[in-house]
């Protein structure tokens, strides 16, 4: 609590920062990563934010980003990315990384398991990615099929039992998201340092808010990952209020361009949760 506190006096930010701390139940005490969840998931985060780097990542797969600087082309990285992950995970030939006709969840991959949340975002696929957003960066889903706000409750227990059968005797999955975010870091990296995204809902009672400064501004706390759109006449189709925020480049963790065609729907991006400060309006 401590290097949060550092962390925000440093940088000058406005004690409001302080005023709504991260809930303990949205929270692990350790994490894969070089920051704590404490500042990951918090107003600080946000407004300030830092290169999030996964343990081991950038050593494990260095010669992957030593190919990656050479190409100046970004469907040429793309390429080169995609490839080198169908070797080093032998995506192509999962025999040999172990898998037999009998092997459950042989064929999944991180592609499928972006596919399966851009169909369903509280499905098996889903959990899966929440579970490795829980592992990797400290931050505990909010929902789930459910609200969850206890690590005892039985949403939380269901979701945990849907994550672990869809990990279950896979090929490396959650290495192959490690690998999947620090490509997508590598590639925000040479472009904006935060994006303005969209979000539309119905029902504002469904979303924790911790403080409401006015009538348009407030404190949301999102899931642990979120579907936001580039567009805000996108995000007015799934609801008449429309959910605006900043999100820094670090808490994204994919977005439309990167793999050609294969994921541009509804300019989707995946983000990662935690505190926003969040402005609400009608369309």
């Not at 929270?27 to 894969?32: A, D, G, M």
């Not at 070797?87 to 006709?101: K, Q, S």
């Not at 040479?190 to 969209?198: D, E, K, P, R, V």
Request: charged share 25%; aromatic share 12%; proline share 3%.
């Amino acid at each position: 609590m401590q290097q949060f506190h550092n962390f925000c006096m440093v940088k000058n930010m406005k004690s409001d920062i302080l005023s709504a701390p991260l809930p303990k139940w949205a929270k692990l005490p350790i994490n894969r990563c070089n920051l704590p969840a404490e500042i990951i998931g918090s107003l600080g985060f946000q407004h300030d934010p830092r290169p999030l780097e996964l343990d081991g990542v950038k050593e494990i797969h260095q010669d992957l980003f030593q190919k990656l600087d050479l190409l100046s082309n970004k469907e040429d990285r793309a390429r080169q990315f995609m490839d080198y992950m169908s070797v080093h995970f032998l995506l192509e030939d999962i025999t040999r990384a172990g898998a037999t006709e009998t092997t459950k969840r042989k064929k999944a991959t991180y592609l499928r398991l972006l596919r399966g949340w851009f169909f369903d975002s509280d499905g098996r696929e889903a959990a899966v990615l929440k579970g490795w957003v829980e592992s990797r960066f400290g931050l505990s889903p909010s929902y789930h099929n459910a609200r969850i706000s206890d690590k005892n409750s039985a949403a939380y227990i269901r979701f945990m039992k849907i994550r672990t059968e869809g990990i279950y005797s896979t090929n490396a999955l959650e290495a192959q998201l490690d690998l999947l975010y620090s490509y997508v870091q590598y590639e925000l990296a040479l472009g904006a340092q935060s994006y303005t995204l969209y979000r539309g809902i119905n029902r504002l009672e469904e979303f924790d808010i911790l403080r409401r400064d006015n009538k348009e501004e407030a404190v949301f706390l999102f899931n642990n990952l979120n579907s936001f759109s580039t567009e805000r006449e996108t995000a007015a189709a799934f609801g008449d209020m429309i959910l605006q925020v900043k999100v820094p480049k670090e808490k994204i963790m994919c977005c439309p361009g990167l793999f050609g065609n294969q994921f541009a729907s509804e300019h989707e991006y995946m983000v990662l949760g935690g505190l926003y400060r969040t402005t609400m309006s009608y369309m």
